[in-house]
């Protein structure tokens, strides 16, 4: 069964320095989700991504963060300037778009600001 | 906004026994989908039974069933039969059926516990 993707799966980062995680959605999806999970909190939606551009975001991604799918395959998440509180397990998804259809997750990155 | 409570932060059951994990959640909207996910330690999200609002029938995947309260705002997951590949973290999850938003709105999980 086809999956989500996600490199790497942790990564250690001094704050102040630029990150990107990198993912690779499910091929025949159209829909591109971050989500980011706070060690012991909820999982938090960050932004959707549909037809080469944001859909929605939520008001923790701000311009700290962009997202990119530079090749067709690539869904990536830049952090431009990494604060501590950016320390967190990140997830993409994908769906194929029609809502009673499932996101499907990775396996996370886990983002270790030092 | 929508949200998501699940009010047990973690469960345990026996092996073979069942087990009924809670969620409330609040909306104005009429029509939505929910979802329960599983989550085993160290790996992926997983999709383990969605519910559309407007179906009365509660959905089941073998094992997986849920009780839907539409008026109570209640979607509680039953696992039957307990097996030890089911302990994980649990999250429910609600997504708007129409206009807006695609995004996901979680709970905070509950820590299910299989004792052999």
């Known amino acids: 069964e086809p999956e989500v993707t996600q490199t790497p799966s942790h990564q250690v980062t001094q704050m102040g320095q630029e990150v990107i995680l990198r993912c690779v959605p499910i091929?025949?999806?159209?829909?591109f989700y971050w989500y980011r999970q706070i060690l012991g909190q909820k999982v938090e939606f960050l932004v959707s991504?549909?037809?080469?551009?944001?859909?929605?975001k939520s008001e923790i991604f701000d311009d700290q963060f962009s997202v990119e799918r530079p090749d067709g395959s690539n869904f990536t998440l830049k952090i431009r300037s990494t604060k501590l509180e950016d320390s967190a397990m990140y997830f993409c998804?994908?769906?194929?778009?029609?809502?009673?259809?499932?996101?499907?997750f990775g396996d996370g990155t886990r983002l270790s600001i030092l | 906004a929508q949200t998501v409570t699940q009010s047990q932060p973690e469960m345990s059951v026996q092996e073979a026994e069942t087990v009924t994990l809670s969620c409330t959640y609040d909306?104005?909207?009429?029509?939505?989908?929910l979802f329960w996910y599983k989550q085993p330690p160290s790996r992926q999200m997983i999709l383990v039974i969605r519910?559309?609002?407007?179906?009365?029938q509660n959905a089941t995947e073998n094992r997986f069933s849920v009780n839907f309260q539409k008026a109570a705002k209640s979607f509680s997951l039953k696992i039957s039969d307990s097996q030890l590949g089911d302990a994980a973290m649990y999250f429910c999850?609600?997504?708007?059926?129409?206009?807006?938003?695609?995004?996901?709105?979680f709970g905070k999980g509950t820590k299910l516990t299989v004792n052999p």
């Open positions: 998804a994908s769906s194929m778009g029609q809502r009673n259809q499932p996101q499907h």
């Open positions: 091929s025949n999806h159209l829909y």
């Open positions: 991504f549909y037809n080469n551009e944001i859909s929605e």
């Open positions: 909306t104005s909207e009429s029509d939505y989908y």
């Open positions: 519910q559309e609002a407007y179906k009365q």
């Open positions: 999850a609600y997504r708007r059926a129409q206009g807006g938003s695609e995004k996901l709105v």
